[in-house]
């Protein structure tokens, strides 16, 4: 990252210069200017040298305790590159890539939680999405047939070119989105390292995701240190809601594939067929029928009402539950599978019992701790996996829910924030040499610009409010 680091100190060095021609503001913009970038190591993060734990990927054929693997088909793993992955970190957390840029992907998705978000339903660009953000922790291997709640998709670049695209989650113009990215001082080297060329597409882009969300693995769990010592460091307690699981949950929670009868022991593959047409029982929990949302029923109307079973690693990390968001503890989850499962088509097969299992309240209790067994904060705390934009930035708190729309500059461009209406908000506009082209104030919430008023190029726009700033580029073409 060296050229970076030079084109960042240049960028400051003009923006100084320029500076006699600004007011004493400008020279806020050069610590922005400075730190814009992400902060990557010289050395990418290793993201490639996963191991999968012998218990995950050879599982004995006799095993029949706890949360049990049904193998995994390795020709579906992903062979992951520390450069593909570090590009991959940089735009997950970058808001260049959503319409406003006020939005990335780790906005839904937090590490802390596991990359799950901690709202029922998330922030859309227009409103609410309408399901719940689902936790990205071990997609690369984990029931990966198919992805989404509805299951719609069976690929996962295609599972992540949905939200990028969808109006109401990112909502990006990926042709608008690249030019943006091909404007910075740190994207075209990123792609080289990456692909041994500056070129940004669409597919790269996507690519890049891919590698740094199949790196997101919890295989640093309690259970997995126990899994190959018989679990002797398990408590009591644990060990009974090992026995509890097995017996109760393994038919549908399963790990590296949904397989309830054992019929494929190196993962399923059924010439690419997704198991919700071989075990549709399995993907039913018995939630009332919500008649706005029908689940799975997307892809036909049999399967009305069944959706996707997440992975349970890393669970207690990742409410609220459920599509809906409806539950907000695994005390909650684990009463319901006990005694408010709702009679349908499904539960006449057996998995889930109408009514539930009728667990003991100490059954319970062993159930919640053995899934908290599960849980691994190597995945939640390391900085491979971190924003590289909030390490070592400014301290400034922002100015409140700016946007700039539309950016590239359509005939205007309209910039809005919160405002008190009692505040002076500073409208600071420059170019890329820290010339001042605008300073205005205005009590109003919104300020308009006209294209006619600027050159092709890229502009920065500085808003102030007392001691708030936020700074964003805008493109005009």
């Known amino acids: 990252m060296k050229r970076i680091l030079l084109v960042s100190i240049s960028l400051a060095v003009m923006a100084l210069i320029f500076s006699n021609f600004a007011d004493s503001s400008q020279s806020s913009y050069v610590f922005t200017a400075v730190n814009e970038g992400p902060k990557l190591p010289s050395t990418p993060f290793n993201y490639k040298d996963i191991e999968i734990p012998d218990h995950i990927s050879n599982p004995s054929a006799d095993d029949t305790l706890g949360y049990g693997s049904t193998g995994i088909n390795h020709a579906r793993v992903l062979d992951i590159e520390d450069d593909v992955a570090t590009l991959g970190r940089v735009l997950f957390y970058d808001v260049k890539l959503s319409a406003l840029e006020d939005i990335s992907c780790g906005s839904c998705h937090d590490q802390k939680l596991s990359f799950a978000d901690s709202k029922s339903f998330s922030e859309g660009v227009i409103s609410p999405t309408k399901r719940n953000s689902m936790h990205l922790n071990d997609l690369f291997w984990s029931n990966k047939e198919h992805f989404l709640w509805d299951m719609k998709e069976t690929d996962l670049h295609e ?17 608008d989105i690249i030019e943006k990215l091909s404007e910075t001082n740190y994207y075209p080297e990123l792609f080289q390292n990456a692909y041994n060329t500056s070129i940004i597409t669409e597919d790269k882009i996507i690519n890049a995701l891919v590698h740094f969300i199949s790196s997101m693995v919890t295989f640093e769990s309690k259970f997995d240190k126990e899994a190959s010592n018989d679990f002797e460091g398990f408590t009591d307690t644990e060990k009974l809601g090992l026995n509890l699981f097995s017996e109760n949950c393994t038919s549908c929670h399963s790990q590296g594939g949904h397989d309830p009868h054992g019929m494929f022991p190196n993962g399923f593959d059924f010439n690419g067929e997704s198991p919700l047409f071989f075990f549709p029982d399995i993907f039913n929990n018995g939630l009332p029928e919500d008649p706005d949302d029908i689940g799975a029923g997307v892809l036909d109307p049999f399967f009305n009402h069944l959706f996707k079973i997440p992975t349970l690693r890393n669970i207690e990390l990742t409410a609220p539950y459920m599509h809906d968001g409806r539950f907000n503890s695994l005390d909650e989850v684990i009463e319901h599978y006990s005694s408010e499962v709702i009679e349908n088509k499904w ?34 705390t390391h900085e491979m996996w971190s924003d590289p934009f909030k390490i070592g930035t400014s301290t400034n708190e922002p100015v409140e829910n700016l946007v ?17 209406g009692n ?5 600071h506009i420059m170019n890329i040499s ?30 102030i409010q007392a001691d708030k700033k936020s700074v964003q580029k805008l493109i005009v073409r």
Do not use: C, W
Not at 347 to 376: C, H, W, Y
């Open 404 to 420: 700039v729309r539309p950016n590239p500059m359509a005939d205007q461009s309209l910039i809005e924030f919160d405002s008190n």
């Open 423 to 427: 505040t002076p908000t500073t409208i």
């Open 434 to 463: 820290g010339q001042t082209i605008k300073l205005e104030n205005t009590l109003s919430n919104q300020y308009t610009l006209n294209k006619g008023d600027f050159e092709s190029g890229t502009y920065i726009i500085e808003i």
């Open 347 to 380: 539960t006449e097969n057996g998995f889930i019992p109408a009514g539930g299992f009728q667990f003991t309240e100490e059954e319970k209790g062993a159930l919640k701790s053995f899934l908290m067994t599960l849980t691994d904060h190597n995945l939640t």
């Open 159 to 175: 599972m992540i070119r949905l939200p990028l695209k969808d109006e109401n989650e990112i909502g990006a113009n990926l042709t």
